[in-house]
């Protein structure tokens, strides 16, 4: 080959790589479908998709914590939210955990899925938080068809 077309063969691999997931894409474009579009998460309609309207977007665990200013106990701030999320991944990917600095010397944590609210629990109950949000989420989404 010569050395002036050794760069035409690299082109059309990459042609030919990219041109199924570039075609998905523009169809995904003009069919206004979001199901079609290449390594996308495609499991109820994204938050994403929807323009950022929460309520067209899946269901999902949002853990607030209210961490006392005061605090004096053993555990950390990180440490408890590693413990969540643990506790949370094992079941689950679709949550949120937000801390908040409050006045006093008590850590409390609220579970909610939609409307529902769950808490406070203190940490070392958490366990049955987890659960009601747990048992909630799972009543909230719609199973795949």
Request: no cysteine; glycine share 8%; aromatic share 8%.
């Amino acid at each position: 080959m010569d050395r002036e077309t050794d760069w035409i063969r690299p082109v059309v691999i990459l042609f030919l790589l990219a041109a199924p997931a570039v075609g998905l894409r523009v169809a995904s474009h003009f069919a206004d479908d979001p199901d079609l579009r290449p390594l996308a998460i495609t499991s109820g309609r994204p938050v994403a998709y929807s323009q950022g309207r929460a309520e067209a977007g899946p269901a999902m665990i949002e853990v607030s914590v209210n961490w006392g200013e005061d605090w004096a106990g053993a555990m950390k701030r990180a440490a408890l939210r590693d413990m969540i999320a643990r506790s949370l991944a094992s079941r689950t990917d679709l949550y949120l955990i937000r801390f908040q600095d409050v006045p006093g010397a008590r850590v409390k944590l609220y579970f909610r899925v939609g409307p529902n609210v769950f808490g406070p629990y203190p940490p070392e109950g958490m366990r049955d938080g987890l659960h009601s949000a747990l048992v909630a989420l799972s009543a909230t989404i719609v199973p795949l068809r």
